[in-house]
């Protein structure tokens, strides 16, 4: 089994076997055809230490399939599109309409953050992910991380 995949935007998936997530360009069109979203900006922590850059974001109440991770151009980007799916208290109703919520979040990494090699991992709400790195400055294309 390879360790490195190419999807069809030629972006690096790794490490071992690809977990499907959101299609990004179906999350464009989600969110184009919803008429209520809410747009969050969850916050973050962004920890550099020699070896390792950890940055943890809190996104509570999401699955980890509903991640979409990037790097691209040292710009680490996170995007999440749930549909909340409430009973609401009185069932009599003629119409109700779920709420969407969109998280985004968008954090500069370090120059000599090396993005080929990421691990993501999502935990009681808190996604957490480490980056090595290099003494080589990147500036990564595209990478698309898998959630574990």
């Given at each position: ?86 009973e609401p208290e009185n069932k ?17 990494l370090p120059k000599n953050a ?35």
């Open positions: 089994m390879k360790n490195t995949t190419q999807n069809k935007y030629e972006c690096k998936i790794y490490p071992g076997e690809f977990i499907p997530t959101l299609d990004f360009k179906n999350l464009k069109h989600r969110i184009k055809s919803s008429k209520s979203i809410r747009l969050k900006r969850p916050d973050a922590n962004l920890i550099v230490t020699d070896n390792t850059i950890i940055v943890e974001i809190s996104i509570p109440g999401v699955n980890k399939e509903d991640f979409h991770i990037e790097v691209n151009e040292n710009i680490l980007s996170v995007f999440v599109f749930k549909t909340e799916q409430r009599q109703f003629k119409l109700h309409e779920f709420e969407c919520i969109r998280y985004e979040r968008h954090l500069p090396d993005p080929s090699f990421v691990s993501a991992n999502y935990n009681q709400g808190i996604l957490k992910l480490l980056i090595s790195k290099s003494n080589i400055n990147s500036n990564n294309k595209c990478n698309k991380i898998a959630v574990y």
